[in-house]
T-cell receptor, first 115, second 115 residues
Framework: AQKVTQAQTEISVVEKEDVTLDCVYE???????LFWYKQPPSGELVFLIR??????QNEISGRYSWNFQKSTSSFNFTITASQVVDSAVYFC????????????FGAGTILRVKS | NAGVTQTPKFRILKIGQSMTLQCTQD?????MYWYRQDPGMGLKLIYY???????DKGEVPNGYNVSRSTTEDFPLRLELAAPSQTSVYFC??????????????FGNGTRLTVT
C-alpha cells in the first residue's frame, strides 16, 4: 500500500531563514512518482515538482531545492532564504505506475514565514 | 486558457439535500479526478475517470456519484448530503499515464458545508 507521511504539522520561520519540509513515503512498486504541491492561503493547489523513481538527482529551481533519497524513502523540500510569500501549506504526494496518475497525498505541512 | 474550472465556489446544503458540483477542463486531458480536503488533512481521492464513459472509485467514494459523458466535463453528484461531506472539493485533470506521469492540474475548489 502507498502512504505519504509529512511529520511536520506546522513550521514557523523568520524571513530569510532556510527551511526544510520532510516527506517520507511507502510503496511496494519499483516505478513511482513523487510530487510537491503548494496551497497558498487563497486555496488553489500549485504544482511545484514531479520526480520519478529512476531519477535520484537533486533538483534546484531558484530558491527551491529537492532532495530525493530512495535509501531512506524520502523526498525533502528546502526553501532557501524564505520569504513571506512562501507561507502556505505544502503537500507531498505519491503515485505508483501501476495506478496511473492517482495521487496519494500527505497531510501537509503549514509553513509560516514571519517578516 | 481557463484550465480546470469548478462551480460553484461555495455552497451550503441542508442534510438530505442533493447537488452537483461541476467541473470542466479545456486542456483536452483524458484523465480527470475528484478529491476532497478535510481541515488539516491531505486530499483524498473520491472518483476518477480515464476517459469519456469510464469512471472508477477512489479511496472515499461512498455518498457520491460521477459521470463522464464528454472529455471536458466530470460532474460530482451528492445525493443525500450529510455533515460528514462538509469539505473542500477539488477537481483535477491530467494527460494519460505515461512514463513520466504528467502532473495533475487542479481547479480552485468548491467549499461545501452541510448543516
Amino acid at each position: 500500500a502507498q502512504k505519504v507521511t509529512q511529520a511536520q504539522t506546522e513550521i514557523s520561520v523568520v524571513e530569510k531563514e532556510d527551511v526544510t519540509l520532510d516527506c517520507v513515503y511507502e510503496t511496494r512498486d519499483t516505478t513511482y512518482y513523487l510530487f510537491w504541491y503548494k496551497q497558498p492561503p487563497s486555496g488553489e493547489l500549485v504544482f511545484l515538482i514531479r520526480r520519478n523513481s529512476f531519477d535520484e538527482q537533486n533538483e534546484i529551481s531558484g530558491r527551491y531545492s529537492w532532495n530525493f533519497q530512495k535509501s531512506t524513502s524520502s523526498f525533502n523540500f528546502t526553501i532557501t532564504a524564505s520569504q513571506v510569500v512562501d507561507s502556505a501549506v505544502y503537500f507531498c504526494a505519491l503515485s505508483e505506475a501501476e495506478y496511473g496518475n492517482k495521487l496519494v497525498f500527505g497531510a501537509g505541512t503549514i509553513l509560516r514565514v514571519k517578516s | 486558457n481557463a484550465g480546470v474550472t469548478q462551480t460553484p465556489k461555495f455552497r451550503i446544503l441542508k442534510i438530505g439535500q442533493s447537488m452537483t458540483l461541476q467541473c470542466t477542463q479545456d486542456m483536452n486531458h483524458n484523465y480527470m479526478y475528484w478529491y476532497r480536503q478535510d481541515p488539516g488533512m491531505g486530499l483524498k481521492l473520491i472518483y476518477y475517470s480515464v476517459g469519456a464513459g469510464i469512471t472508477d472509485k477512489g479511496e472515499v467514494p461512498n455518498g457520491y456519484n460521477v459521470s463522464r459523458s464528454t472529455t471536458e466535463d466530470f460532474p460530482l453528484r451528492l445525493e443525500l448530503a450529510a455533515p460528514s461531506q462538509t469539505s473542500v472539493y477539488f477537481c483535477a485533470s491530467s494527460f494519460s499515464r505515461d512514463r513520466y506521469n504528467s502532473p495533475l492540474h487542479f481547479g480552485n475548489g468548491t467549499r461545501l458545508t452541510v448543516t
